[in-house]
């Protein structure tokens, strides 16, 4: 069987608590975390290896930052499952300052159609899940569809991460503000 590579960004960096099959590898940079790092470098991996099926687990923020790089992929040829989690802005900054913040707002695109608008050589499947029946769903339909790059939109609440990254995010926030006050979160009028 191929073997899937998955890589990460924001609350996606908790697909790295997947258990892969044997043989995958999990390609990521957690050191500097750089948002925008992850849709470029699956091109570099899918580049070096196209025999491999490769998922990408991408934030709806991360992937904004350097989404053009979808139509280079396409251009290639190339076929990978990107899974862009939308949770409406940056979720895990949310959690550390600014819950309501407008800094941590972005705009809300399309993701699903992107594959369509970027390509007219029809070289994508886009899908939409809102659920978890619909998200198994539409990764059975990726699975059989090894001949097109798939991009599922996974709707997700915008305050819906692990407890695990909760609780470092709050950490965090007594650490590096420890003087931050509900006031902070309040979205200004
Ligand atoms: C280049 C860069 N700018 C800003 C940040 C700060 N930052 C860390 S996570 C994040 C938001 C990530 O949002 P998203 O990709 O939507 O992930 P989510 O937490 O919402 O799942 C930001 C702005 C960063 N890590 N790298
Ligand atoms: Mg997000």
């Known amino acids: 069987m191929e073997a899937p590579q998955i890589r990460r960004t924001g609350t996606a960096s908790y697909a790295a608590a997947l258990a892969l099959p044997q043989g995958a590898f999990f390609v990521g940079q957690r050191f500097w975390a750089s948002i925008g790092y992850a849709l470029p470098a699956l091109l570099d991996t899918l580049l070096a290896a196209p025999q491999r099926r490769h998922i990408l687990c991408i934030g709806d923020g991360a992937f904004q930052v350097t989404a053009q790089e979808l139509s280079t992929i396409?251009?290639?040829?190339?076929?990978?499952?990107?899974?862009?989690?939308?949770?409406?802005?940056?979720?895990?900054?949310?959690?550390?300052?600014?819950?309501?913040?407008?800094?941590n707002d972005i705009n809300m695109w399309r993701y699903a159609q992107l594959g369509e608008v970027l390509d007219k050589g029809?070289?994508?499947?886009?899908?939409?899940?809102?659920?978890?029946?619909?998200?198994?769903?539409?990764?059975?339909?990726?699975?059989?569809?090894?001949?097109?790059?798939?991009?599922?939109?996974?709707?997700?609440?915008?305050?819906?991460?692990?407890?695990?990254?909760?609780?470092?995010?709050?950490?965090?926030?007594?650490?590096y503000r420890p003087s931050a006050t509900p006031e902070d979160n309040r979205r200004p009028s």
Not at 80 to 99: A, F, K
Not at 157 to 166: M, S, V, W
């Open 122 to 175: 029809n070289r994508s499947l886009s899908l939409c899940a809102a659920t978890e029946p619909e998200f198994a769903e539409a990764l059975e339909i990726a699975g059989a569809a090894p001949d097109r790059l798939v991009l599922i939109e996974a709707v997700m609440g915008r305050d819906d991460a692990p407890n695990e990254l909760q609780e470092i995010c709050k950490r965090g926030a007594r650490q």
């Open 74 to 103: 396409l251009r290639h040829n190339l076929k990978p499952i990107i899974i862009v989690i939308n949770n409406d802005g940056y979720t895990v900054e949310r959690m550390i300052l600014g819950e309501n913040a407008t800094y």
